[in-house]
Nanobody
Framework: QVQVVESGGGLVQPGGSLRLSCAAS????????MGWYRQAPGKQRELVAS???????NYADFVKGRFVISRDNAKNTVYLKMNSLKPEDTAVYYC????????????????WGQGTQVIVSS
């Protein structure tokens, strides 16, 4: 089976920075797109940024110019560098990976991490 684990969340002051990491492990054959989503209390989950296996990126308008998504394919890891953080960035951030397993090659399944809390407050 596949495990997806996020890390790097925490409390930061407005204007500060954090780097989130998400590592996928297990019986992985390949990983296609990876992405970061967030969900604030009382709000719907929304896409923050995504990245293809070849490094193509897509950002939500509200983080463009502040956040940078990257990945290390050798480590099956995706990162989200968050700069100039605002209080409205406060949310639980979830990692998603589109994974083909060794056991079911040719099929792609979405795997989600448990989420990591980001709080931006003074």
């Amino acid at each position: 089976q596949v495990q997806v684990v996020e890390s790097g969340g925490g409390l930061v002051q407005p204007g500060g920075s954090l780097r989130l990491s998400c590592a996928a492990s297990g019986s992985i054959f390949s990983i296609r797109d990876m992405g970061w989503y967030r969900q604030a209390p009382g709000k719907q989950r929304e896409l923050v940024a995504s990245i293809t296996s070849d490094g193509g990126t897509n950002y939500a308008d509200f983080v463009k110019g502040r956040f940078v998504i990257s990945r290390d394919n050798a480590k099956n890891t995706v990162y989200l560098k968050m700069n100039s953080l605002k209080p409205e960035d406060t949310a639980v951030y979830y990692c998603n990976a589109e994974v083909t397993t060794m056991q079911r090659r040719g099929y792609i399944c979405n795997y989600w991490g448990q989420g990591t809390q980001v709080i931006v407050s003074s």
